[in-house]
């Protein structure tokens, strides 16, 4: 009897080692199977959440069109030369204005190149990139529909969005945009002035871009420019 009273508590205390490990099984396999849920069911990663798409989103040959749809690297403006890029290549949003940021709808570019030239108080950049889950002339209108921001901040400082301007119907596109801007324009230096076109075609968009300490030099450069680029765009390979 007395054997047994001492044996009580060490079978006792096996019982509950027992107990223990199987309850940490079951936690443990519990754990692991709401692990395995809960990775079965991520969070979504669809491109209109992302704004990355796929390259199986784009039609054949449309890399090619990209180069094709750069002007240059000579530009006829005076005073202007080229500007050596460490690389060409480079993804973006057709504009960045207003805060336009990928996501929501809102597209990276693929297979991007861009160009770049710079003169007195002057810089000119062009950027071509293919969209394939919407049309570029869809990105086009997204950028469009941003411009009643008013006003927006970048890293170089506030923008004020000065509005579309006119730009004369281009042949042979699907989309096209001209619009205005000046930054830091209450700053202690002279304000800069940008003026961009953007231009669309099928699966391929362009963006020209001119910076500038005057308002009418950057629009009537960009004018003119667009009309190049339009040729570029839509010329037959």
Request: aromatic fraction near 4%; include cysteine; charged fraction near 20%.
């Amino acid at each position: 009897m007395t054997s047994l009273r001492r044996s009580l508590p060490a079978l006792a205390a096996a019982v509950g080692i027992l107990l223990t490990a199987a309850c940490g099984l079951n936690s443990s396999s519990s754990s692991s199977a709401g692990g395995q849920r809960s990775s079965a069911a991520p969070l979504s990663t669809s491109s209109a959440l992302t704004g990355v798409q796929s390259p199986h989103d784009f039609a054949p040959g449309v890399e090619e069109q990209i180069g094709e749809a750069l002007i240059g690297p000579d530009l006829d403006v005076v005073d202007v030369r080229s500007v050596p890029l460490e690389s060409p290549y480079a993804d973006d949003v057709l504009s960045p204005v207003c805060g336009n940021r990928p996501g929501g709808g809102v597209y990276l570019s693929a297979f991007g190149q861009r160009r770049q030239w710079t003169g007195p108080d002057l810089e000119i950049e062009q950027f071509s990139g293919a969209w394939g889950v919407i049309p570029a002339a869809e990105a086009v209108a997204q950028v469009r529909g941003k411009l009643g921001c008013g006003t927006y901040r970048e890293r170089e400082g506030p923008h004020r969005v000065l509005g579309e301007r006119h730009l004369p119907k281009l042949a042979g596109l699907d989309g096209q945009l001209m619009f205005c801007e000046v930054v830091d324009e209450d700053g202690p230096e002279r304000p800069t002035y940008i003026c961009t076109a953007l231009l669309a075609r099928d699966g391929v968009a362009t963006r020209i871009q001119a910076r500038a300490t005057g308002a009418d030099q950057a629009e009537q450069l960009v004018g003119e420019l667009s009309v190049q680029a339009a040729r570029a765009l839509t010329a037959e390979p």
